[in-house]
Nanobody, 115 residues
């Protein structure tokens, strides 16, 4: 089993920055994929950024050039640096891990971008 604990959400004005962090615990593993999804009110959950254990990270087109994802395999953490935030980035952000053919989700952290 894998447990995910997120931190770093909050409220910010448009153009501001936030950093989300997620720490995984519970098993000795190197996740196949670590990353972030988000879900805005009335919308489906969507991929924001994912970082595979090997290869390049992938970001949604809507956040390219503004968000950066980074993972630390030794610490089993993944972070999401969000810059130049827009109101349309407002959503609940979920940490995601894919390991051993299973998907694991964090509890979600609210990000609100508003003036």
């Amino acid at each position: 089993q894998v447990q995910l604990v997120e931190s770093g959400g909050g409220s910010v004005q448009p153009g501001g920055s936030l950093r989300l962090s997620c720490a995984a615990s519970g098993s000795d593993f190197v996740a196949n994929i670590m990353g972030w999804f988000r879900q805005a009110p009335g919308k489906q959950r969507e991929m924001v950024a994912v970082a595979p254990s090997f290869g390049s990270a992938r970001l949604a087109d809507s956040v390219k050039g503004r968000f950066t994802v980074a993972r630390d395999n030794a610490k089993k953490t993944v972070s999401l640096q969000m810059n130049r935030l827009k109101p349309e980035d407002t959503a609940v952000y979920y940490c995601y891990v894919h390991w051993n053919a299973d998907d694991y989700w964090g509890q979600g952290t609210q990000v609100t971008v508003s003036s």
